[in-house]
């Protein structure tokens, strides 16, 4: 890499610390985090969504978490030095700020480095608010030659380049730090910006130099599947890759390296272990309950995408000092492959067929024509929500040919709805329960869509009218919920079960709608009830229905897998035992098939690995999962707010749309409808 290329990169570098400059400013202005002095480093303002907010608040917390568990180990030897702390990449970050206001640097000192530009934009910035001026205390600023940006009893600002490690060594001996005295090394999304050869080198220097240390680390991982491809794609359009995920893909992989390093000592985990293992309930609750939020899917995918570790050196600091063993967090890890299923992109003779959207519902109207609606979507080249109804059809060459169709009438118009379910009622009529427009704002009205072909009698043609559907007084405020059919007594009902609101965050109740007059009716269920869940799968067996995982109160995936089974007075809850015990999931689809219930795609964190199909015979109990070869599909397959169709005559399963915002990655939509062969499941299962 030349020189200038290097400049362009280091470029692109520092203005992703602008951008999460701005980021972490949100996250104070909103209350995640107690923070005055982020405002005043970082000039502008940007007010960040809800996810961005979690994102960096998890980050903030995993951060404050290591270097407090440092601070507290030196302040437990009072005999001993002068701890230090050592910001890689520190950015416009406000550590040495919070700390001092807290009482923490009563016998600690702060040394941050970072790209010359970077580093004298923070001195100056520094210099001229006299907030910050009265926490350093008397400075001096070095002149524009000097390395040394800022100088004060306990703050040293320096800027250099990281790959240059002897000047790094030099510059901080200068600067007054002590090798030989406990140190806390950070790196907050630092190392993956250094090609591999710069990053080891760093790793192994600070082994190599500190005898007793602390090596914090955050950054990304898992490169391979949908998210990861997604990620990396998202940093090398701004000129920015991340370095070393493939060497380094997960938190076992960035262990070894560190211990291979010199580091005796090393604990990491992903982001979803840190919040559920290292945060209080309380405080999960409090920032659960800020803001309203509905991404859970992205939330969940962001957090296994980033690992927070710590790598140790020397007697002074315990291996066990940031990350106590006993706090566990369950890994339930898929049983072995059974097979393989092999995904294609579906046969189209045009560019209709694309369903680029997520959140949509989809039915199968009569063996070749499947209807979508809703969603988040791409639509006339602008994201929204999407108001226009998708039509797959197949013709005499079985070939899929998908197109878009406006709501014709002036009555009822569709809403553009998320998270909402739609039953086929007839081969023309379909039933359009719950959803939502924002999280704040619940599709109430029940919806019935109707289709109705022109003189020329084409698909093509095909007219949609929406109308308002049951009682005139019932309404549904829940989304994310489910809808079964069930029979009671030779009648056949809807089963409306879980699902969130406005008001709770997870809901138990459920309802039965008569599927004739959509009315509301009583029928007595008995057994124990299970827990509230939303983003669960739900399928029509037996007279019943099956309810498979979802996302729980704590925002935790569910494995239970329920049968609302007939009986002569109503229905009963039964659990289903599987041996196996599955991976808790949500955001899937399900679908029974020869007496096996498949749970395709979806979202789980108790398991590093990639959600595949997971199959359960409902005859013995017994679970097998098959991975999906997406060899033949050229884009990213992101498999949670999609839908399926099951086509058992061809053993094939649709997938259409899915996708979501995906962190500060951008939004991403599946590009393809696309084909699962089932033909492989095994049949002596």
Known sequence: MGPRSRERRAGAVQSTNDSSALSKSSLAARGYVQDAFVALLVPGT?????????????????????????????????????????????????????????????????WEVDFPDVARRKAERIAETPELCALTGPFQRGNPASVLCFESLDYHILGLDLRQLQELDEALASAGLDVTTPTLLLAEAVLTYLEPVSAASLIAWAARRFPDALFVVYEQMKPQDAFGQFMLQHFQQLNSPLHGLDSFPDVEAQRCRFLQAGWTACSAMDMNEFYHCFLPAEERWRIENLEPFDEFEEWHLKCAHYFVLAASRGDTLPQTLVFPPAEVFPRVDPASPSGVLDARIVTSDNQGSTLKTFGHASVLLSPGIILSAGGFGEQERRHCRVNKFHLLSRNSDSEWKGFHIDSWGTGTQWDGRLY??????????????????????????????????????????????????????????????????????????????????????????????????????????????????????????????????????????????????????????????????????????????????????????????????????????LSSEYQIDTT??????????????????????????????????????????????????????
């Open 420 to 621: 909402h379910t739609m039953t086929r009622l007839s081969d023309t009529q379909v039933l359009v329960l719950g959803g939502r427009l924002s999280p704040v704002n619940p599709a109430l009205s029940p919806l019935q869509i109707h289709l109705f072909k022109n003189e020329d009698n084409s698909t093509e043609s095909l007219n949609v009218t929406v109308t308002r559907a049951g009682p005139g007084n019932f309404t549904l405020s829940c989304w994310r919920h489910s809808t079964t059919e069930v029979s009671y007594k030779n009648q056949k009902y809807l089963f409306v079960y879980g699902g969130r609101s406005v008001l709770e965050p997870v809901l138990s109740d459920w309802h039965f709608l008569h599927v004739g007059t959509i009315a509301p009716v009583k029928i007595p269920v008995e057994g124990e009830a299970p827990e509230a869940r939303h983003s669960h799968s739900a399928c029509s067996w037996q007279g019943g229905a099956l309810i498979a995982g979802g996302l729980g109160a704590s925002e935790e995936p569910l494995n239970s897998v329920l049968f609302l089974r007939p009986i002569s007075c109503g229905f009963f809850w039964e659990s289903i035992d599987i041996q196996p015990p599955i991976t808790p999931r949500y955001s899937h689809t399900a679908h029974v098939l020869n007496e096996k219930l498949l749970l395709v795609g979806g979202v789980w964190i108790h398991s590093s690995l990639v959600p595949g199909v997971t199959v359960i015979n409902l005859t013995t109990g």
């Open 632 to 685: 033949c599909v050229p884009r990213p397959l992101m498999l949670h707010n999609h839908t399926s169709i099951l086509l058992p005559e061809e053993q094939q399963l649709l997938l259409l749309g899915g996708g979501g915002n995906c962190f500060s990655f951008g939004t991403y939509f599946n590009p393809h409808t696309v084909t699962l062969d089932l033909s492989s499941l095994s049949v002596g299962q």
């Open 46 to 110: 940007a007010r960040r969504a809800p996810l961005i907010h979690r994102g960096y608040y998890v980050r903030a917390r995993a951060v404050r978490h290591c270097v407090h568990a440092f601070l507290r180990q030196a302040r437990a030897c009072p005999e001993a030095p002068r701890s230090q702390i050592l910001s890689l990449g520190a950015g416009s970050d406000s550590l040495y700020f919070c700390l001092k206001t807290d009482g923490l640097l009563a016998r600690a000192a702060v």
